[in-house]
C-alpha cells in the first residue's frame, strides 16, 4: 500500500488531537504489548467482529459518544438487514459497556460473544454454543496478526482506507465461519499472488485516497 | 478524473476534513450531504450515456462500498458490481465479487448473472479466479447457488489435480451450501474421498475439510464412520509432535490448534471407538493434553496458554461427551477445579461453563460437588458479572437434596446484591430450587417468603402463584404459612407481592393462627388493612376478596370490615373494579345467611397439579435449550409428588374470563365481575344466583367460589362458544373464527387428499400492541395419543411441531408482538392420519396492557373436510347403500329445522360439506343424496348421505351410511347442526 498516504492521515490526524487538546492522544498508542509487532491504532475506539459460526463484525466508535462505529462487517449466516442492524447495536453496546479486564466472553441470546481490543478497535465474534470460545479469541488475534504482516504497522486508517484488502485477507483465512488456512506464510502468499496480479500496483490505494471527495 | 499530485494533496485533507468530523459526530449533516453529493455524482456516471471503462466502474463501485461500510445505505451499482464480474482484469473481477459478497442479498434477482460470472470463473482452471468465485459462493451461500454448483463443487474438491488452495476452498464452500440446503448436496462416490483428506499432507487442506466432514457426519454418522480412527491417528501425530514439527501451523508453540480442536469436536459426534486399539490410542491421547496442563508453559505469551487450553478444553468436552471413562472424568474435574481458581479470568468463566456440564454426568456429579465452595466464593467475590452468571449456573446445576439448602441459601444471600440484569433468571432458580429440592415445607415458604422479602420486584407472579398452589394443596404447611406470612407483614415496608401472598394466605388460613392472641383475627385485620393503601388496584381487590373471606372465617370480625367497606374510599371508589368488589361484598355480608356465606366463601379447593409454570417461564426466558428435558421431567415428577391432584381435573369456564374481559387485574381468587359462569361451575355458583336475585343484584353468579384456574399461565378451557364457532366452519373453509373486543381471527383454509392448509389472522383491534403473543395447537382427548414438541431456537425463532396420532398439525411460528391495528398470518399444516372426531383445540395467549389473555379455540378441521367428492349413478349408489347395511354402520338423526329450508342454501352447505352431490338418484325429488371418500393417510372411508327434508313439519331426516362407524356418527352430529 501507500505507505505515504497513510503517513499523512496519521500525522494529520495527530495533529488534531493537539488542537483539541490531546484528550484521546495518550490513548493512542496504548495497549499493543500483546503483539510482536507494534499495531497502532487511533483514538477512536472501534470494534470489529468476525463471526466462527455466527457472523462477524467490525465497529468503530467516537469515545464520547459511546456508539461504536461499524468498520467492517461479515456475516456467516443469512440475515435480514434490520436483524444485522440491531445484532450490530446490541453486541456494540454490550462490549462497550465491559469493565477493564473482565473476561472476553458473553452471553447473548443464545449466542456467545467473544471480543478482543487492540489499543481502541475491538474485534467480535459471534459463536454458537459448541464452539471454542479460546480458540476463537487466537482467531481473532491470528486475524489481526495477518492484517499486521501485509500491512506493515497495521492501523485503523488501514483497515478504513483498504478495507477491501481486510476483507480479501479475511477470506484467505476464513469461509463461510470456518477456519480454512492458519499458516500465516500460506496466507501471505494468497495476498502476494493476488497483488501480483494487479495491474498498476498501487493506482488501486492512490485512487482511493486521490480523489474520493475530491471531485466535484 | 485519474489522480495527479495536486488533487492528491487537496483530497489527503478532504478525506481528514471528512473523517474527523466522521468520528466526531460534531457535522454529520455536512458527512451526510457530501455522501449525497458524491451517491449523485456516482449515480450520474453510471447513468450517462459514455460508457464507462472497466476501471472508472471498479472504481465507483468501490466507493459505494467504502460509502456502505461508514453506515450508509446503498442501493443501486449492483447490477456494475456484476458486470466487473466478467472482466479479465483480477483487481475488477475482485471488487466486483467483494461488492456483491457484501451487499447482495441471498434473494437477489441478480443471482442468475452472478451464477453465469461464477460458472465461468470455475471453470477457468485459473486457481486465483476459482478461489475468489468459491468464495462469492461462500458467502452469498443461496438456495440458487446450491442449485447451480452443488453438483459442481464435489467434484472439484476431490479431483486429483485441484491445487491445494482451491481445495480448501471447495470445501467449506460445500460446507457451506450444505447447510444452507441439505437436500441439494447429494452423497456419492465423493464422500469417501473426502473422509480421506483427513490424512492428506497439506495441513491446511485437513483443516478446512474436516469441518465439512464433521457437519456431513453429524446428519448421516454410518456413511462418515470411516472417520474415526483416521482423525484418531491424526490427532494422535499431532499430539506427540514436538512443537516445531508442524513449522507454520504451529501457534505459539501449540502444534496446530485449530486441527486438533476440530478433531476433537469431530470425535464428538460418535461413540466411542469400539475398536480396542483405537480407543486405546484416543484415550491415550486425551491423557497426553491432560498431562500437558500440567507443565510448564513454553511461552508467557497468553497466546500459547489460550491455545493450549483451548485443545484442553476441547479434550474435556470429548470426555464427558463420551460420559463413560471414570477415570477421565474425574481428572477433568480436578482439572477444571484448578482452573477455577486461576488469575486468567477467561479461564475461571470457561471452568464454570464445562462444570454445568460435567454436573449433569453420574461419574463427576460427586467430584463437582466437592468444589461447591469455590464456587460460592466465586459468586460472592467475582468482578466481572458474566462469571458471576456463570456460578450461579453452576450452583443451579450442581444442586441436590444434599446441598440444596446451602446453595438455595447462598442465592438468596447473592440476591441482595445481585445486577440487576440477572435477578429476575436468579429469583427463579431460587424458586425451582426450593420446590424441587423441598423436604419439609416450611422451609420452603421460608424461601419463597424470603425471595419476595429479598427481590420483591423481580419476583413474577408465577412465583407467588406457585407458593400458593401448593399451600393450598399442602395442608401440613398452612398454619405454618400463615404464621410466617403474618411475622413477614409485620415489617414497616413489605413488598407488594408479599401483601398480596400475605391476603391470599390469611384469607384462606387465617383461622389457623387465629387461637394465639398475638395473631388474633382484628389483629390480622389490621395488620392487613394497614397495607391497603399502599399498594395498587389489582392488589387492592385481592385484599377485598381476603376480607370478605374474613368475614365467614371470624364473624366477630363482620363489623369492622362492613364499617370499612362502606366507607367512601371503597364504595365510592373511582376504579370500577374495586367499587363494584366493595359494593357486592357488602351486600353479601349483609344479605346472606351463614350457611351461604360459608359455602361461598369456602375454603379453595386443592389445584389440578400441573407443570411448574416457573420452570416454563425459566425456559421462555433463557431459550429453550437452557433448561434440558431431563430437568423439565424432573419438574413434573416433582410436581406430582408436590401435589397429588389429577391433572385438568376441573378447569371450569372461569378461566376464559381474562380472555373476555380486558381488564388488568389478574385475580387469584376467582373472585371476578363479568364473566358467566358455564355449568361446570359448582353448585354454590347457582345457589348465589338465587340470592342475587332476589336482592335485585344483577351478575350471574360472580361469586362463585369455582375452581383457581386463572392462577397460572395454562392453558384455558375452550370457550364455551367454540362448539358454535366450530359448527359454522363445517360446511365453508373461510371466513371469520373468533372476534372480541381485542382480537379478531379469520381463518382461510384448502385441503386436497387427506393433507390440509389453513392460514390464521390474528387482527388486532385494539391501538395497543399485543405482546407474547404465542398460539399453540394442541390436541384433546383421543387425538392425543402423544405430543411432541420440538423446538429449535435459533436467534429467537421457534418452530413447534405438533403430532398425534390422528391428525398430524405443523404449525408455523407467529410473531411474538402484534402491532395496534396490525395483522399477523400463522399458517397451519394439517395431515389427517385416521379418521377423528374431536376438534384440535388452538390456545392463544398474550398480554394487553399488562393483563394476560389467554383463549382457547376450537380449530375448524373436521373430519368431512377431507372429503373426496364420488359421482356415481342412481344404480351404484343404491347397491353401496345396501351393502353398508349393518346397523352400526348407519347414523341417523332427526332433527327440527334451525333455518329456513331454501332448497338452494342446501345444496350450498352440502357442496360445502365436501360430498358429491347426486341429482336424479332419490326417488323422491325433495331429498338430496351425497357421496364421497373421506382420505386419511391410513384409510380411506367412503360415506353415503341421505337428507330428507319435511317442509310441513319444518324437520329433516338425516341418513349416514359409511364402511367405518365412528365416521357415520361424527358426521351425522357434524351435520344436524347445520341446517
Redesign the interface.
Known amino acids: 500500500m501507500s505507505k505515504t498516504?497513510f503517513v499523512?492521515?496519521c500525522q494529520?490526524?495527530r495533529r488534531?488531537e493537539e488542537e483539541r487538546g490531546g484528550a484521546g492522544g495518550k490513548q493512542a498508542f496504548l495497549g499493543m504489548q500483546?503483539l510482536g509487532n507494534s499495531l497502532k491504532m487511533s483514538n477512536?475506539d472501534s470494534h470489529w467482529g468476525l463471526g466462527e459460526e455466527s457472523y462477524a463484525l467490525c465497529f468503530?466508535m467516537?469515545p464520547e459518544?459511546r456508539q461504536g462505529?461499524?468498520?467492517?462487517?461479515k456475516w456467516?449466516t443469512?440475515?435480514s438487514d434490520r436483524?444485522k442492524k440491531k445484532i450490530i447495536r446490541d453486541v456494540t453496546q454490550m462490549v462497550l459497556a465491559r469493565?477493564p479486564?473482565?473476561?472476553?466472553?458473553?452471553?447473548w441470546?443464545?449466542l456467545k460473544i467473544v471480543y478482543r481490543r487492540y489499543a481502541s478497535l475491538y474485534f467480535c465474534c459471534g459463536l454458537e454454543?459448541?464452539d471454542?470460545?479460546?480458540?476463537t479469541?487466537?482467531?481473532l488475534?491470528?486475524y489481526v496478526e495477518l492484517l499486521d504482516q501485509y500491512f506493515g504497522n497495521v492501523c485503523e486508517l488501514d483497515i478504513?482506507?483498504n478495507?477491501?484488502k481486510a476483507?480479501?485477507i479475511l477470506?484467505e483465512f476464513v469461509?463461510?465461519?470456518?477456519?480454512?488456512?492458519?499458516?500465516?506464510?500460506?496466507v501471505a502468499k494468497?495476498m502476494e499472488?493476488?497483488d501480483s496480479?494487479?495491474?498498476v500496483k498501487h493506482t488501486?490505494t492512490?485512487?482511493?485516497?486521490?480523489?474520493?471527495?475530491?471531485?466535484d | 478524473m485519474l489522480s495527479n499530485a495536486p488533487v492528491y494533496k487537496r483530497s489527503v485533507k478532504n478525506i481528514k476534513d471528512v473523517y474527523i468530523s466522521h468520528i466526531n459526530g460534531k457535522s454529520k449533516e455536512a458527512e451526510i450531504k457530501r455522501i449525497n453529493k458524491e451517491l449523485a455524482n456516482i449515480r450520474s456516471k453510471f447513468k450517462g450515456d459514455k460508457a464507462l471503462d472497466g476501471y472508472s466502474k471498479k472504481k465507483y463501485v468501490c466507493k459505494l462500498l467504502f460509502i456502505f461500510l461508514l453506515g450508509h445505505d446503498i442501493d443501486f451499482g449492483h447490477m456494475e458490481a456484476v458486470n466487473l464480474l466478467s472482466s479479465n482484469k483480477y483487481t475488477e473481477k475482485q471488487i466486483g465479487y467483494l461488492f456483491i459478497s457484501v451487499l447482495v442479498n441471498s434473494n437477489s434477482e441478480l443471482i442468475r448473472l452472478i451464477n453465469n460470472a461464477i460458472k465461468n470463473d470455475l471453470s477457468s482452471r485459473n486457481p486465483t479466479f476459482m478461489c475468489l468465485a468459491l468464495h462469492c459462493i461462500a458467502n452469498v451461500g443461496s438456495r440458487e447457488m446450491a442449485e447451480a454448483f452443488a453438483g459442481e463443487i464435489p467434484r472439484i474438491l476431490v479431483a486429483g489435480d485441484t491445487m491445494d488452495s482451491v481445495k480448501q476452498s471447495a470445501a467449506l464452500c460445500l460446507l457451506r451450501l450444505y447447510k444452507t440446503s441439505p437436500d441439494l448436496v447429494l452423497m456419492g462416490e465423493w464422500t469417501s474421498r473426502v473422509v480421506h483428506l483427513l490424512n492428506d499432507q497439506h495441513m491446511g487442506v485437513v483443516t478446512a475439510a474436516i469441518s465439512l466432514i464433521t457437519c456431513l457426519s453429524q446428519k448421516n454418522p454410518d456413511e462418515f464412520k470411516t472417520c474415526v480412527s483416521l482423525a484418531v491417528s491424526r490427532l494422535s501425530r499431532i499430539v506427540s509432535s514436538a512443537s516445531t514439527d508442524l513449522q507454520d501451523y504451529t501457534y505459539y508453540f501449540v502444534p496446530a490448534p485449530w486441527l486438533s480442536c476440530k478433531l476433537l469436536r469431530l470425535l464428538q459426534c460418535y461413540p466411542p471407538p469400539e475398536d480396542g486399539a483405537v480407543k486405546g490410542r484416543l484415550v491415550e491421547c486425551l491423557e497426553t493434553i491432560l498431562n500437558k496442563a500440567q507443565e510448564p508453559p513454553k511461552s508467557k505469551k497468553v497466546q500459547h496458554s489460550n491455545a493450549k487450553n483451548a485443545i484442553l478444553f476441547e479434550a474435556i468436552s470429548l470426555i464427558i461427551h463420551y460420559d463413560s471413562e471414570p477415570n477421565l472424568l474425574v481428572r477433568a474435574c480436578n482439572q477444571l477445579g484448578q482452573f477455577l481458581q486461576h488469575r486468567e479470568t477467561n479461564l475461571r468463566y470457561l471452568a464454570l461453563e464445562s462444570m454445568c456440564t460435567l454436573a449433569s454426568s453420574e461419574f463427576s456429579h460427586e467430584a463437582v460437588k466437592t468444589h461447591i465452595e469455590t464456587v460460592i466464593n466465586a459468586l460472592k467475590t467475582e468482578r466481572d458479572v458474566s462469571v458471576r452468571q456463570r456460578a450461579a449456573d453452576l450452583l443451579y446445576a450442581m444442586c441436590d437434596r444434599s446441598n440444596a439448602k446451602q446453595i438455595v441459601a447462598e442465592m438468596l444471600s447473592y440476591l441482595e446484591t445481585a445486577d440487576y440484569s440477572i435477578r429476575e433468571e436468579m429469583v427463579l432458580k431460587v424458586a425451582i430450587l426450593a420446590e424441587k429440592y423441598a423436604v419439609d415445607y416450611s422451609w420452603y415458604v421460608d424461601t419463597i417468603l424470603n425471595l419476595i422479602r429479598i427481590a420483591g420486584d423481580y419476583v413474577s407472579e408465577e412465583v407467588w402463584y406457585r407458593v400458593i398452589q401448593i399451600v393450598i394443596n399442602r395442608d401440613d404447611v398452612q398454619g405454618y404459612a400463615a404464621k410466617t406470612v403474618f411475622e413477614a407483614l409485620q415489617a414497616p415496608a413489605c413488598h407488594e407481592n408479599m401483601v398480596k401472598v400475605g391476603g391470599y394466605i390469611l384469607g384462606e388460613f387465617g383461622n389457623l393462627i387465629a387461637g394465639d392472641p398475638r395473631s388474633s383475627p382484628l389483629v390480622q385485620f389490621n395488620l392487613l388493612h394497614s397495607k391497603f393503601h399502599l399498594c395498587s388496584v389489582p392488589t387492592r381487590a385481592l385484599l377485598l376478596s381476603a376480607y370478605i373471606k374474613f368475614i365467614n372465617l371470624f364473624p366477630e370480625t363482620k363489623s369492622t370490615i362492613q364499617e370499612v367497606l362502606r366507607s367512601d374510599s371503597q364504595i365510592r371508589n373511582s376504579d370500577v373494579e374495586l367499587q363494584q368488589r366493595a359494593v357486592e361484598y357488602l351486600k353479601l355480608s349483609s344479605i346472606a345467611s351463614t350457611d351461604v356465606l360459608a359455602t361461598v366463601l369456602e375454603e379453595m379447593p386443592p389445584f389440578p397439579e400441573r407443570e411448574s409454570s416457573i420452570l416454563a417461564k425459566l425456559k421462555k426466558k433463557k431459550g429453550p435449550g437452557a433448561v434440558s428435558v431431563n430437568e423439565l421431567e424432573e419438574g413434573k415428577r416433582e410436581g406430582e409428588l408436590n401435589g397429588g391432584g389429577e391433572r385438568g381435573g376441573d378447569n371450569s369456564g372461569i378461566a376464559a374470563s381474562n380472555a373476555s374481559t380486558p381488564s388488568p387485574s389478574a385475580d387469584l381468587l376467582g373472585l371476578r365481575t363479568g364473566p358467566p359462569v358455564t355449568a361446570a361451575a359448582p353448585s354454590a355458583g347457582s345457589l348465589l344466583v338465587d340470592v342475587f336475585s332476589e336482592a335485585g343484584v344483577n351478575d350471574d353468579g360472580f361469586l362463585s367460589s369455582a375452581p383457581p384456574s386463572v392462577v397460572s399461565e395454562d392453558t384455558a378451557p375452550p370457550l364455551p362458544e367454540s362448539n358454535e364457532l366450530l359448527n359454522k366452519f363445517v360446511c365453508k373453509n373461510n371466513g371469520v373464527l373468533f372476534e372480541n373486543q381485542l382480537l379478531q381471527i379469520g381463518i382461510k383454509s384448502e385441503y386436497r387428499q387427506n393433507l390440509g392448509r389453513m392460514y390464521l389472522f390474528y387482527g388486532n383491534k385494539t391501538s395497543v400492541q399485543f405482546v407474547t403473543f404465542t398460539t399453540t395447537v394442541t390436541c384433546p382427548g383421543e387425538l392425543q395419543s402423544h405430543i411432541l414438541h420440538i423446538y429449535t431456537c435459533k436467534h429467537m425463532f421457534i418452530l413447534a411441531y405438533t403430532c398425534y396420532d390422528k391428525l398430524n398439525v405443523q404449525t408455523k411460528p407467529v410473531e411474538p408482538l402484534i402491532e395496534g391495528g396490525a395483522q399477523v398470518q400463522q399458517v397451519i399444516n394439517i395431515e389427517c392420519l385416521s379418521d377423528f372426531c374431536e376438534a384440535p383445540l388452538l390456545n392463544i395467549k398474550f398480554r394487553y396492557g399488562g393483563a394476560l389473555q389467554n383463549l382457547t379455540l376450537k380449530l375448524p378441521v373436521t373430519i368431512n373436510k377431507f372429503f373426496q367428492p364420488t359421482e356415481m349413478a342412481s344404480h351404484d349408489f343404491f347397491q353401496r347403500w345396501k351393502q353398508l347395511s349393518q346397523p352400526q354402520q348407519e347414523a341417523q338423526k332427526i332433527f327440527k329445522a334451525n333455518h329456513a329450508m331454501d332448497t338452494e342454501v342446501l345444496k350450498a352447505k352440502l357442496l360445502g360439506l365436501g360430498m358429491a352431490l347426486l341429482e336424479n338418484v332419490d326417488p323422491n325429488p325433495e331429498n338430496f343424496v351425497c357421496a364421497g371418500v373421506i382420505q386419511t393417510k391410513a384409510q380411506q372411508v367412503g360415506s353415503l348421505l341421505r337428507l330428507e327434508p319435511n317442509a310441513q313439519a319444518q324437520m329433516y331426516r338425516l341418513t349416514l351410511r359409511s364402511s367405518k362407524d365412528t365416521v357415520s356418527k361424527r358426521l351425522c352430529e357434524l351435520l344436524a347442526e347445520q341446517f
Not at chain 1, 176 to 186: F, I, L, R
Open positions: 498516504g499523512h492521515a494529520a490526524r488534531d500483546a477512536t468503530s467516537p459518544s462505529k461499524l468498520r467492517l462487517q456467516f443469512a440475515l436483524d469493565p479486564k473482565a473476561c472476553n466472553f458473553l452471553q441470546r443464545d454454543e459448541e471454542n470460545e479460546l480458540l479469541l487466537e482467531l488475534h491470528r478504513i482506507f478495507f477491501e476483507y480479501f477470506d469461509i463461510g465461519g470456518e477456519v480454512q488456512e492458519t499458516s500465516k506464510a500460506s494468497s499472488e493476488s496480479l494487479q495491474e488501486h492512490h485512487m482511493f485516497y486521490g480523489d474520493f471527495y475530491g471531485e
